[in-house]
């Protein structure tokens, strides 16, 4: 898995995203394009219910919760 750290961002834009059953919301990685995060999120899904794909752009409204507030 791929994750963005630093200047990275801005070429690894798509973010899989791991929603639990409370709403609480985790940054699982970060990717270059939307269909390897998409692909993740689907085999992902296959084990457990809750994986999303996100743009960063819309996890700037609220970046506390895109890694669990941890970032």
């Not at 791929?2 to 961002?9: F, I, N, P, V």
């Not at 798509?14 to 970060?30: A, E, F």
């Not at 269909?35 to 219910?49: F, K, N, P, V, W």
């Amino acid at each position: 898995m791929r994750s963005a750290s630093g200047d990275s961002d801005a070429v690894l834009p798509w973010q899989l995203i791991r929603q639990d059953c409370h709403g609480n919301r985790y940054r699982v990685g970060s990717y270059a394009t939307r269909a390897e995060a998409q692909h993740l999120a689907e085999r992902l899904s296959e084990q457990a219910e809750g994986y999303l794909v996100e743009h960063r752009d819309r996890l700037a409204v609220h970046p506390e919760h895109a890694d669990g507030g941890r970032g």
